[in-house]
């Protein structure tokens, strides 16, 4: 470390994931930045469906929790230090993380998609620990300077946020857009956001729950409807986009149905492994189906966007925990008023 | 004429420029519509460049005024009866004309692409007339249906707003787009409001003139810049897109200096037919350099866009006339205020 | 009829589908062409799995043979009258007839998509007859002039061939491309064709039956596999590009694993009308699946890759039937060896 | 180094361009690869017009050869070492070296276009050496490991063949395209070979020099014209792409006329730095006008489309120079018979 190494301890505290339910507050040395790396004192992070799923289940499909893991990867804090190869300009910036670290020279990092890259890491995902802890590395070009008129937790957002951008994008949302979400979560609500940002002008979201259906009115949806109404017919939304935000199946099939010719279907949530789909259907009507893995470098527009007025990242924050509390803060979405719980790490 | 034809009289009042600056109130036939065709009765002519041209100058490049023309292309209007082949239940509606007439046959027109159908006939584009009469036809999907929320001024101007709607699809204007315009006339405005429906976070827009830099500011601009001010370094704009709208000779040069590596520039502004470019910049950077003719189907995405806050379309109008006083329409560009002038053909 | 109305008969001969395999030879009027249409004298008709599936079913899912109906849509003749629209020049023109008729009003024709128009009428698609006639009627554009190296079964053939190449251009098929085709049928053979037309250096193509997989090696497969092979490895393609010609549930699920990251899948064949898709994968792979319907203005293509080197559409015909034995052509798939039967209805 | 140093020498021969028009050789130091490098014993190197400018005239626009710098961008070898993070599996590969080294951290490199790195380094552009020595290092991602049945010198023009390909991609190339390449030197041969690898079934070639235009046709060229025939219209070619490889203003005026509306024209031979060019036709017909600098990724689409039929990179290579006569290589384009000239540094 080069600059500023007498104000940075060499332990720091960690909440670690050490077995299924079971979370321990650790003394962990702070890590050391490598040569394109900087050094980040963590303020806020965002709690994720998926590190609430490791913290009950321990283990998401394939990725299996065997040793002690820090979740969190929805991350804001402040550079603190810079490896070798980084300018010690950098030092006092307010960051935004990227959380994941391609290897940069296989043929999908070359191509624009490193987010498909098979020796990507990401933060939070066995072996690889997050931010849940006072300190974290990151590429130099992975953290993100964000303007002051962005929130620490309005920055941590913008890592979900970065989803529904990517997942507007291959949807090809733009002015004029009719899309149909189903689910109205976190998730949910932030597909909508980014669909506006997109110039959508009808967002459409279905969601099970009326008090969720309500809310979502808020995040950019410009009608909430209930799937469960027997006047609900899909078919007649035409929509051109189809963004599946609640891993239920019915909501997947539902949705193919609502999408006139041509239309692109995005999967960004998440249910069961194998889903019986109408491929005739995807074939006469020529539908496109696709997912979203993470993202490809989204953040500058997410800075952009999460700026526009419309979008107040800050009004999804439904509570507030600190590291201590992690315990809590991960089983907080019990509360069906839950919208997105965020970790105070530290705070200016 | 099949329906209400008793209300609809075999004559009408045309506008008709019968020499070069030189106007002429006809009386002339009804048009009927043809099979696949509606009958508008018009209500608002919005003024654009184009018509001031053929009036001032006879002429626009080879386009030249060798009969009596009507001038005007960006009309709203109500149906008042239809051809043959189309539903009665049109009768009544209001609507914005998409002013061209494609062959639907030729490769261009199969492809998604009919603006460039080289048999297209375009209002106000000799020979074919345009909309200062009080009846115009127009084939049945290009006659579209406008919501209560857009005046019949605002409707009429959803053609230039299409122009701006274009230049951003093409120019692949995002959220997160830097977009510098060139231009702070109409063009330039309507421009703006598509980029920022299009999600662009800077639309830069330049101008010599101050009045008109200040009042960009209101049209979707989230920066005006003098060009002539030492200080100006297109460079440093880093821009993703560039949209002319000036026709001035150095703003394009300008402009393409200040796009990034692998940036956009569409030609939305007419001026000399030819100009020094640096193509080896164009290479180097692999620049795309483009431009629009006209628009293929945009109004759909037009009304949309519309009616989304921030795009307030009536706003650009700065002036309106009566019919009789077309040739008053035609020349209120002089007054350095004017924005967007409008024909009253008549109203609800 | 304008011009050589003398040597047009008033009736023809028609193999009528007038119940559930039975075929009839019937006398039926020559149609007229409308405006915008040409007459054409048939020449060769090649037979399709969907004209022996309703030969044989009476139905392909919601389309039901209700009414006696003539067969195919495989085809090419000579332009013997036009409409009056149409420029008596094209009398005489040998061509090959896509066979559809859109609505070139709705938004998927003018967005260049009109075979996703709702309204479009299909040759022998009920209640339109197709061609296995003497003469039949298609719009002026949908008759495509043939240049004398193409043989009139391989103008015919040009029908299948666009599908293939409508397929190869949905999955982005270019030089170096590695290219998954399930299924060495008809289709599977001019899909790899056109996957060769698009550049592909390697086309793999799998099928149970020995002997077709040593077959399609001479059209375009660079390799060919026994899918019940323990041995075969769909992981280890990894390949850009999947196209399903077989129908069957297992290629399509097993063609799914064999795409890398980011790899298009493409439905031709159509099987069940569900099957049950890991969608998870498709997710974490941001996996892309579609399907054509039909094709748009791909003649012009077609009839370009047909001439060049290693593109042969004769060497697919393995039989030649008369009109009156139209049944024997349709039951001809039974035999293991056949590729491509044609009914020859005129020659020159 | 790690595995056969002992069979590696210290020095090396390095042919330096000292000074315009005057090149040495000298005894350099072999380089070391870094962590991710490979150490690649040069065999064959291809004399670009790139080269001779250098060596003619000591700069390049605003690149100018200051120190000593050694030419030759077009490069075939051997790994024999690798840096320590680097399989040593690699030694003992043939290869193809793809001659830049982005940053693979700036927007332009994550976006997939890291030709566009404002960092990036390329061989033979000062202040960066090239390959006409024994020994050079190269990213191992940029090393290409190429197949026995591609030579060693088609190997080496896989180079220039990039440069025709990722033009090829980019005026978009399709089966059925008409392609008119101005120029029909080396550049225009391999252009021409690229479109007909995309599938091209017309490629024009124009040319002023007759014996040239002759020779083209055994490139791909599908006719070859004289642009001074007062005969010559290009407005009659009706093309979809244009693809200039001569430098010539004219034939860039020329190429624009005969594109047919919405058709691209790319840029890759490089004249004068600035052309009065129809700004009205381009957007009157919305052209598109774009260029290419070097290229993305192609090798493993270059590898496989040099080993299709029809596509001979050694048939381009008219003369053969030792190391020690790169200054006869250099100036071998003086003879009109002159393609393709190749150093042949090491052999099998």
């Known amino acids: ?3 500023t190494a007498g104000t940075i301890p060499r332990t720091m505290r960690a909440s670690v994931l050490t077995a299924k339910q079971s979370l321990q507050m650790q003394e962990r040395p702070v890590p050391t930045p490598a040569a394109d790396d900087v050094l980040v004192q963590v303020r806020s992070v965002g709690v994720c469906g998926s590190d609430v799923h490791y913290y009950r289940n321990g283990r998401i ?12 990867h929805e991350v804001s804090g402040v550079v603190v230090d810079v490896g070798p190869g980084v300018s010690e300009d950098r030092v006092g910036e307010r960051v935004a993380i990227e959380p994941q670290r391609p290897c940069r ?3 999908h990092c070359k191509s624009g998609r490193y987010n498909l890259c098979e020796r990507l890491d990401f933060y939070a995902t066995p072996p690889i620990d997050g931010a849940l802890c006072d300190y974290v590395v990151a590429p130099t070009d992975f953290a993100h300077r964000v303007p002051d008129a962005l929130s620490d937790h309005a920055a941590a957002l913008l890592e979900p946020f970065s989803v529904g951008l990517w997942a507007c994008s291959k ?3 733009e002015p004029g857009s009719r899309v149909l979400v189903t689910g109205a979560g976190p998730i949910g609500a932030l597909v909508s956001l980014a669909a506006r940002s997109y110039g959508a002008s009808e967002v459409v979201v279905t969601d099970l729950v009326a008090s969720r259906r309500e809310r979502i009115l808020g995040f950019g949806a410009t009608a909430a409807l209930d799937p469960s109404d027997p006047a609900f017919d899909p078919e007649s939304l035409a929509a ?3 963004i599946e935000c609640s891993g239920a199946t019915p909501a997947l099939l539902s949705g193919l149905r609502a999408l006139h010719g041509g239309g692109i279907a995005v999967l960004v949530g998440l249910g069961d492994e194998e889903v019986p789909l109408p491929v ?8 496109v189906l696709t997912g979203v893995f993470r993202y490809v470098d989204t953040w500058p527009k997410a800075i952009a966007a999460a700026q526009q007025p419309g979008t107040d990242l800050d009004a999804l924050v439904t509570a507030e925990f600190d590291l201590e509390d992690t315990e809590a803060a991960l089983t ?4 069906p008023a839950s919208m997105k719980s965020v970790v105070v790490v530290s705070s200016a």
Chains 1, 2, 3, 4 share one sequence.
Do not use: H, K, N, Y
């Open 280 to 287: 005739q259907l995807i074939a006469t009507r020529e539908l």
């Open 1 to 3: 470390m080069t600059t």
């Open 105 to 107: 020279i296989c043929r």
């Open 171 to 173: 949807a090809a949302v």
């Open 332 to 335: 907080s979405d019990d509360d």
């Open 240 to 242: 051109d986009a189809f």
């Open 61 to 72: 499909g394939d990725f299996i929790v065997r040793d002690p893991l820090v979740l969190g």
